[in-house]
């Protein structure tokens, strides 16, 4: 059991995957931090000095030592902004690597060699055609 374990973890698509992962992990740290810290205060700006963090909807109000109960619709704006810019680029970066994939096999290679055979009969034609 051990022997399968080590062959299924030491193959190149499981080593690809976790690779894929930990990237994808930080890329997503990247991405929530350009759009905390970079786009919303932008877009917040442009709407008039709105903070997108603050947007709420207050269902309960706090009184004494009762919490605030509300719906923070800004914070799910924040996440659909993440998303979307994580699948664009994602996308673009897919769409990059197959179309250099495209290219690759696109790209002509040398014809094949004759087989012995045809490149022997090519010769005695050759040979016919001189006598």
Same mark, same amino acid.
Not at 38 to 43: E, Q
């Given at each position: 059991?051990?022997?399968?374990?080590?062959? #299924?973890?030491?193959?190149?698509? %499981? *080593?690809?995957? =976790?690779? @894929?992962?930990?990237?994808?992990? +930080?890329?997503?740290?990247?991405?929530?931090?350009?759009?905390?810290?970079?786009?919303?205060?932008?877009?917040?700006?442009?709407?008039?000095?709105?903070? #997108?963090?603050?947007?709420?909807? %207050? *269902?309960?109000? =706090?009184? @004494?030592?009762?919490?605030?109960? +509300?719906?923070?619709?800004?914070?799910?704006?924040?996440?659909?902004?993440?998303?979307?810019?994580?699948?664009?680029?994602?996308?673009?970066?897919?769409?990059?690597?197959?179309?250099?994939?495209?290219?690759?096999?696109?790209?002509?290679?040398?014809?094949?060699?004759?087989?012995?055979?045809?490149?022997?009969?090519?010769?005695?034609?050759?040979?016919?055609?001189?006598?």
């Amino acid at each position: 059991m051990l022997k399968e374990f080590k062959a #299924f973890a030491f193959k190149g698509n %499981v *080593i690809d995957l =976790a690779i @894929g992962v930990i990237i994808g992990g +930080a890329f997503g740290k990247i991405v929530s931090s350009l759009v905390n810290d970079v786009l919303m205060p932008a877009i917040g700006v442009i709407l008039g000095g709105v903070s #997108f963090t603050d947007l709420k909807y %207050v *269902i309960t109000p =706090a009184s @004494g030592d009762v919490a605030e109960v +509300a719906i923070l619709y800004g914070s799910f704006i924040q996440s659909i902004v993440d998303f979307l810019i994580i699948a664009i680029s994602i996308f673009l970066f897919i769409k990059l690597i197959t179309s250099r994939k495209k290219k690759e096999a696109e790209a002509p290679s040398d014809p094949p060699a004759p087989a012995p055979d045809i490149v022997l009969l090519e010769e005695i034609r050759d040979l016919l055609k001189t006598k």
